[in-house]
C-alpha cells in the first residue's frame, strides 16, 4: 500500500513538472509573439493594428519602413517624404502580467504628391485579368527586441493602396496587406556561449580523471531566453613543443558521442546545459602541459525540443552555431612529472613493501602455523615428543 501510494506521488509530480515545463515554454512563445496586423480605412488614411503581450515595454518594440521588397533587397524608407507620411501610435493600455495585450497603430497618410514618389508609387500595374491600375506600397517591419538590444522575432506587412484613374482624378479601387514571400525567424545574437572545464573535484587533472566540459549560453544569455541545441563537434587535442599534433581525440562527432566509447555525452535539445564527460587516452599524459579542447555548439532561442514545437513558432530559427576552444593543464603519468597533490592510483606500481605488505606477510605465517597445529593433533603423532 504504501509503495503504490509513493508511486502516484511520483506520477503526479512528474506530471506537474510536463505541465510546468509546456506552460513555461508557451510563456516565451507568446511574449515574443508577434500577431498578423487588422486593416482599417479611413476617409484620407489606412491604418495597421498591432497587438503585443501585455508584459512587453515600449524599448523593445521598433518599426522600420520599406519599399515593396522589405529589408532584404529593399530601399529603406524614412517616416515622412515626398507624398506621404508614417506615425506609429500607442500603446492603448499600461503594462500588465502577461495575460493580456497592449495594442499599437501604425497610419498611412498618403496625398497627391506620391503619384511622383516612384520609390513606392507604380503606374501601369495588371492585374490577373488585365485591368491596369496605380499602387502605392510600403512595408512595414515591426521588431521585438530583448532590453540588450537583441533582436528576437519580427513582422514585415506590405500595404498596397490600389489608385485608378477616373474623370476627378485618382480614386481608392481597393488595399490590401500581405506578407513578403517568405520569412525567416534571424536572430543577431552576440557571442554568447559559454564554455568551462567543470569537474567537481578541482583538482588537477591526472591520467584517469574524467574531464568534464560545461557548455551553456551565459548568464546574460539565459536571462534573455537562450538555450542549447547540440553540441555538433569536439575533440581533444595536445601540440609538442615542436608544434606537432601528438594526441588527439574525438569526444563528440556528427553530434554524437564519439564510437571509441570514451566519451559521455549529456545534451538535450532545449536545456540550459549541455556536458562531455570524456577519459583521455595514455599518450596525453606523457609529459605535462596544456590540452586543448575545440569544435563547434549551436544555440537556439527557447527551450523548444521537437518539430512539432518548431511548428507552433511561425518564425523559430534554425539555431545559431559557434566555435569554441578552452585550454587547460595535464600532469604528467610519470613519477617524476606528478604533481604532489596527486592522489595515487591503485594500478600503479609501488616500490616498497608498506604497512599492508607487511600485514599480509603477518596473516600469512599465522595462517601456516595453525595449519602444523591441526596437523600434529592428528591420532598418527600421538607417543611423538611433538604430538599436541
Same mark, same amino acid.
Given at each position: 500500500m504504501t509503495i503504490s501510494l509513493f508511486v502516484n506521488v511520483l506520477i503526479c509530480l512528474a506530471s506537474v513538472c510536463g505541465i510546468v515545463a509546456s506552460q513555461? =515554454?508557451?510563456a516565451i512563445f507568446n511574449f515574443w509573439k508577434i500577431e498578423n496586423p487588422t486593416l482599417e480605412q479611413g476617409s484620407d488614411n489606412f491604418r495597421l493594428d498591432y497587438v503585443f503581450n501585455d508584459m512587453v515595454e515600449d524599448s523593445m518594440i521598433s518599426v522600420t519602413y520599406w519599399d515593396k521588397n522589405c529589408r532584404e533587397g529593399g530601399v529603406s524608407l524614412t517616416p515622412s517624404g515626398e507624398g506621404y507620411n508614417l506615425e506609429l501610435t500607442g500603446p492603448d493600455s499600461s503594462l500588465g502580467t502577461g495575460t493580456g495585450t497592449r495594442g499599437y497603430s501604425l497610419t498611412l497618410s498618403p496625398t497627391y504628391l506620391v503619384a511622383g514618389n516612384s520609390q513606392i508609387w507604380s503606374d501601369d500595374v495588371q492585374d490577373q485579368n488585365g485591368n491596369s491600375y496605380s499602387a502605392l506600397d510600403i512595408c512595414s517591419r515591426v521588431v521585438l527586441s530583448t532590453a540588450n538590444g537583441v533582436e528576437i522575432n519580427f513582422l514585415e506587412t506590405v500595404l498596397t493602396v490600389r489608385y485608378v484613374f477616373t474623370d476627378v482624378g485618382f480614386a481608392v479601387d481597393g488595399v490590401s496587406i500581405t506578407a513578403p514571400e517568405e520569412q525567416t525567424f534571424e536572430l543577431e545574437m552576440p557571442l554568447k556561449?559559454?564554455? *568551462?572545464?567543470?569537474?567537481?573535484?578541482? %583538482?588537477?587533472? *591526472?591520467?584517469?580523471? #574524467?574531464?568534464r566540459i560545461c557548455f551553456d549560453p551565459g548568464t546574460q544569455g539565459t536571462n534573455d531566453g537562450y538555450r542549447m541545441r547540440e553540441i555538433n563537434s569536439f575533440k581533444y587535442t595536445k601540440i609538442g613543443s615542436d608544434g606537432e599534433v601528438i594526441a588527439q581525440q574525438e569526444a563528440v562527432v556528427e553530434s554524437s558521442q564519439a564510437s571509441n566509447g570514451f566519451t559521455k555525452l549529456t545534451c538535450e535539445q532545449g536545456s540550459v546545459q549541455c556536458t562531455t564527460e570524456t577519459l583521455l587516452? &595514455? =599518450? #596525453?599524459?606523457?609529459?605535462?602541459?596544456? /590540452?586543448? &579542447?575545440? %569544435? !563547434? &555548439? *549551436?544555440?537556439? +532561442? %527557447?527551450? !523548444?525540443?521537437?518539430?512539432?514545437?518548431?511548428?507552433?513558432?511561425?518564425r523559430l !530559427?534554425?539555431?545559431? !552555431?559557434?566555435? +569554441?576552444?578552452?585550454? +587547460?593543464? /595535464?600532469? &604528467?603519468?610519470?613519477?617524476? %612529472?606528478?604533481?604532489? =597533490?596527486?592522489?595515487?592510483?591503485?594500478?600503479?606500481?609501488? *616500490?616498497?613493501?608498506?604497512a599492508a605488505g607487511i600485514g599480509i606477510i603477518v596473516l600469512l605465517v599465522l595462517d601456516i602455523s595453525t595449519i602444523f597445529v591441526l596437523v600434529f593433533q592428528h591420532s598418527f603423532f600421538k607417543g611423538m615428543w611433538f604430538y599436541l
Open positions: 513555461t =515554454n508557451e556561449l559559454s564554455v *568551462t572545464v567543470c569537474m567537481a573535484s578541482g %583538482g588537477p587533472i *591526472t591520467q584517469g580523471s #574524467f574531464i587516452l &595514455a =599518450n #596525453f599524459y606523457d609529459y605535462s602541459g596544456p /590540452v586543448g &579542447a575545440s %569544435g !563547434q &555548439a *549551436t544555440m537556439q +532561442f %527557447g527551450d !523548444q525540443n521537437s518539430d512539432e514545437d518548431r511548428r507552433r513558432s511561425r !530559427q534554425e539555431g545559431v !552555431q559557434e566555435d +569554441f576552444e578552452v585550454v +587547460f593543464q /595535464v600532469i &604528467a603519468s610519470s613519477q617524476e %612529472g606528478q604533481d604532489v =597533490n596527486r592522489v595515487p592510483r591503485i594500478d600503479e606500481p609501488n *616500490t616498497g613493501i608498506g
